[in-house]
């Protein structure tokens, strides 16, 4: 049984850092990912990283300001996404979401595994 324990989320003000934790158990993993929604709005990409390679990808909107990392254990399914220079456009619900066949990191539908989500909020 594939489980995807998210951690991390809270109230912040903007220009405040948050770390996002995601444990994934229960198969092998090809990609691991963080995707957001927002209230009204679909679930949108944020940041990913293809297991095999450490290869990670990101959003135009968080490029420079987040960074997605796993544990240095490679033996732990542990990702983490670094939050830094928060904006209040960054307040959603934040995914954790998992792949265990060839995805393409960035798209939603190639995940079959997600998390239960963690709030983010950031105030102006």
């Known amino acids: 049984q594939v489980q995807l324990v998210e951690s991390g989320g809270g109230l912040v003000q903007a220009g405040d850092s948050l770390r996002l934790s995601c444990a994934a158990s229960g198969r092998t993993f090809t990609s691991l990912g963080w995707f957001r929604q927002a209230p009204g709005k679909e679930r949108e990409f944020v940041a990913a990283?293809?297991?095999?390679?450490?290869?990670?990808?990101?959003a135009d909107s968080v490029k420079g300001r987040f960074t997605i990392s796993r544990d240095n254990d490679n033996t732990k399914n542990a990702v983490y996404l670094q939050m830094d220079s928060l904006k209040p456009e960054d307040t959603a619900v934040y995914y954790c979401?998992?792949?265990?066949?060839?995805?393409?990191?960035?798209?939603?539908?190639?995940?079959?595994?997600w998390g239960q989500g963690t709030q983010v909020t950031v105030s102006s």
């Open positions: 990283m293809r297991w095999s390679s450490n290869y990670a990808y990101y």
């Open positions: 979401a998992a792949a265990s066949t060839f995805a393409t990191p960035t798209r939603v539908r190639d995940y079959p595994y």
